[in-house]
């Protein structure tokens, strides 16, 4: 890991620390980075996703089906 000095916005370090639920600047920062880092590749996945639905090579019906879940 390394070491970083940085100045950072102490109002929205405090604010991020509350909806996260961390209680250090680096527990913070280091969950912050890693939650943004996965929404985005979710979104990608997402976006991915509905091309190829709108191209046909995925098909919704089939994933939806219900009767064909397997737990």
Sequence with gaps: MS?????LD???LEAAAKEL??????DTINTALREVTAR????????????LAAD????????LDKS???P
Excluded: N, P, Q
């Design 40 to 51: 985005y590749r979710r979104l990608r996945a997402l976006e991915d996703a509905r091309k």
């Design 3 to 7: 070491r970083t000095v940085i100045d």
């Design 10 to 12: 102490d109002e929205a």
């Design 56 to 63: 046909g090579a995925l098909d919704m019906d089939l994933l």
């Design 21 to 26: 639920g961390t209680t250090t600047k680096r």
């Design 68 to 70: 064909r879940y397997r």
